[in-house]
């Protein structure tokens, strides 16, 4: 899994199409979180700028995720006790495509 801190998840997708990256995160939980970083984008899906965006989860909570063009795409603290459905955050990157993509295809 690409999540860090404790926080925990159903589904992790991110796919990547010419300069545009769709992140998607399915039963997201901070409930363990120690950290407001969920996970860290790999090099080549990283955004060419930080990204502040604003997302509903199914469960109504206001989510404000920000990503960072290092990689870290985090969730304000407030965030963390909720079990949600985040449906997609769609970000653009000039990075370079990888030569080898991370995880385990299924």
């Known amino acids: 899994s690409l999540l860090a801190n404790g926080w925990t998840e159903t589904y ?4 990547r199409t010419g ?3 769709w992140l998607r995160i399915r039963g997201l ?3 363990g979180a120690t950290a407001t970083t ?3 984008l790999p090099t080549g899906f990283r955004p060419s700028s930080t990204l502040t965006g604003l997302l509903v989860s199914t469960s109504g ?3 404000r995720p920000q990503v960072s ?6 969730l304000a603290i407030g965030s963390q006790s909720a079990t949600d459905t985040v449906d997609q955050l769609v970000t653009w990157t000039t990075n370079e495509q990888p030569g080898a993509l991370p995880g ?3």
């Open 69 to 74: 063009i290092s990689g870290p795409v985090a």
């Open 104 to 106: 385990t295809p299924l």
């Open 12 to 15: 992790v997708h991110v796919r």
């Open 38 to 40: 969920v996970l860290t």
């Open 61 to 63: 909570t206001v989510l």
């Open 19 to 21: 300069s545009t990256v």
């Open 29 to 31: 939980s901070g409930a």
